[in-house]
């Protein structure tokens, strides 16, 4: 059995596998590594470092991109 | 023949090193589809067009953001840090928008009243000066206020952008003295940001010599976002070869235009 871990992304709790990296889970979200940037607990990753960034249980990730602005 | 005066006289604005034709930029909120947003950004002439760091919806995971509709060979995005309230915010925010985006500038915003959207000062200023020094080309957004003007200056940011009127009133410059002080003490570019409500504003705030006018939602808000841009694109460039050609001087009496000899009895 795989053993899950909490991460807090945007603002909600997600679990995900314990052997998960920034970029599994911009997998399993679905999202383009190039259309948002990734901030894992208050520190910017850059897209070459995704992979190489495992999650850890409590972790906290928010992910952004450009919205309309004034 | 002299048809093109502006562009003979006038020179290129130019905001840490870099130059720009548009001296009208344009925000990118409150459009009502992203088609009418294109083609009113279009129709403005902007180059420098203001894009938010937002979080990414995860519920609807497919939704866009806004480098699908802006060509950013195109246009120069401009990241703000709108919806900050401290400086530490802020700094978070243009650290991500830096990394989102495809340039150093970022246009500072740090809120300290909610209702008026009024700038805190204090934070502000410290914002600044961190950024300046992680290198950013800071555009900070200020009140009308001479000495926070010369704090962030001295802090050294990009350009000083005071307000005409609060963010989203259209109330057009309330105190053109103000704005005038500013430019006149001011070395980096001044362009104000916010207030402005139709093309006539635009165009006086031009006439008091700043540099450039960012706006948003007097074209996004218009019944007609194209035309306005337009509208907007000519009130400042009528502004600013007004300010450049030098207007007459104003006088408490009538003078004729007219000869006053050779009237018939």
């Known amino acids: ?70 | 023949m002299t048809t093109s005066v502006s562009a003979q006289t006038d020179s290129p604005l130019t905001i840490g090193g870099r130059a720009f034709r548009s001296r009208l930029m344009v925000g990118t909120g409150k459009y009502t589809d992203n088609q009418t947003m294109v083609d009113a950004i279009e129709a403005s002439g902007a180059e420098i067009v203001t894009v938010a760091v937002r979080r990414v919806d995860l519920d609807r995971s497919q939704q866009e953001g806004i480098l699908h509709h802006l060509d950013p060979d195109k246009f120069f995005l401009l990241a703000n840090t709108a919806g900050c309230f401290t400086a530490d915010e802020a700094i978070r925010y243009a650290r991500l928008g830096r990394e989102a985006g495809f340039n150093e500038f970022v246009k500072l915003e740090v809120i300290g009243d909610r209702e008026t959207l009024m700038p805190d000062n204090v934070g502000l200023i410290e914002a600044a000066t961190t950024l300046v020094q992680e290198g950013f080309q800071v555009m900070a957004y200020t009140n009308d206020d001479i000495v926070t003007a010369l704090r962030l200056e001295d802090a050294g940011c990009a350009t000083v952008m005071p307000l005409a009127s609060p963010i989203g009133s259209g109330l057009g410059l309330l105190n053109p003295y103000h704005i005038r002080t500013i430019k006149q003490r001011l070395s980096v570019p001044v362009i104000v940001d916010a207030g402005v409500g139709t093309a006539s504003d635009a165009c006086v705030t031009m006439e008091q010599g700043v540099d450039g006018i960012l706006m948003n939602t007097a074209i996004a808000k218009a019944d007609d976002p194209a035309a306005m841009a337009r509208a907007m694109r000519l009130g400042v460039e009528a502004g600013r070869l007004a300010y450049l050609a030098g207007r007459m001087e104003r006088r408490e009496v009538a003078i004729p235009s007219s000869p006053t000899t050779g009237l018939l009895d």
């Open chain 1, 1 to 70: 059995m795989t053993a899950s871990i909490k991460i807090t992304v945007n603002g909600d709790t997600r679990e995900f596998d314990s052997k998960s990296s920034l970029d599994d889970l911009l997998r399993v979200l679905d999202l383009d590594p190039r259309m948002v940037v990734v901030e894992h607990n208050r520190s910017i990753v850059r897209r070459p470092q995704l992979a190489a960034t495992p999650l850890e249980d409590g972790d906290s990730v928010e992910l952004v991109h450009f919205v309309g602005g004034g």
